[in-house]
């Protein structure tokens, strides 16, 4: 059977990618980014969902790559990354902005409906360079000791933790926990032996994000009994990384 071609695509394999780039050369690597690697990626059947600078770390670039499934993904990234001209006549100039570019965690919808789906939000056409998004993203990732343990998690959350979080003015756009399937493209290594839950979440400005926080700390539940019960179901604290839109990234 046909998918309807209105029927929003469900994009059910993510990849939260976290480069360490050589200091002074963030710049460098969105402006190539922005107008080279995005709608040559989507071509061959990926999709960009949003790409950011990092507000904690001036040399970290963080983006977010999805696709229908791991077998497109292995298809789409052999497509790319081995015959696209794009990144035939640009790798070398990308590569030479990075210091690292292994931090990158695999993962799948934590839930049947709480991934990104398409179409997104257009994004600002080629040529547009300047971050001009006032818009707050944040990723936060909650590290758990096993399958069993995440797989818990994951009830919980979507019992305790998501209706507070939408009580306080910002539920998260979307929710992935570890995809355990082989890399099936290992050329670009992933993250292995992890059992991480993936909130992301999108506010207007930093004012915004401040607001949702001071009203999530004001919530007696929250503070209570669902915050101690959250932070001892983890291995550790939470890791949040807050992003700012490229001038070019959909995610915004």
Not at 117 to 135: K, L, M, W
Not at 155 to 181: I, K, M, N, Q, Y
Not at 214 to 237: F, I, M, N
Request: aromatic residues 8%.
């Amino acid at each position: 059977m046909h998918r309807n071609s209105t029927e929003p695509q469900r994009l059910d394999v993510l990849e939260l990618r976290q480069y360490t780039l050589q200091p002074g050369r963030r710049d460098d690597l969105i402006d190539l980014f922005d107008q080279h690697f995005v709608e040559s990626q989507e071509e061959v059947g990926m999709r960009v969902v949003g790409q950011f600078r990092d507000l904690g770390n001036r040399d970290r670039f963080v983006w977010l790559r999805a696709f229908p499934d791991m077998t497109t993904r292995a298809r789409s990234l052999s497509a790319f990354y081995e015959r696209h001209p794009a990144w035939q006549e640009h790798r070398g100039a990308a590569n030479d902005t990075m210091a690292d570019s292994d931090n990158v965690l695999l993962l799948r919808p934590a839930t049947a409906d709480s991934g990104f789906a398409e179409p997104a939000a257009s994004r600002p056409p080629t040529g547009t360079t300047a971050a001009v998004s006032p818009a707050l993203v944040t990723v936060t990732i909650h590290r758990l000791g096993s399958a069993a343990a995440l797989e818990d998690f994951v009830g919980f959350h979507e019992d305790r933790v998501r209706p507070l979080l939408a009580g306080a003015g910002s539920p998260p756009a979307a929710c992935f926990r570890t995809e355990a399937a082989e890399n099936t493209f290992p050329r670009l290594p992933v993250r292995t032996g992890e059992h991480v839950f993936v909130e992301v979440s999108v506010f207007a400005d930093a004012d915004h994000h401040e607001k949702h926080r001071a009203r999530l700390a004001s919530l007696t539940v929250w503070q209570r009994d669902v915050l101690p019960e959250l932070a001892g179901r983890l291995t550790g604290p939470s890791e949040v990384l807050r992003l700012s839109p490229t001038g070019r990234s959909a995610l915004r």
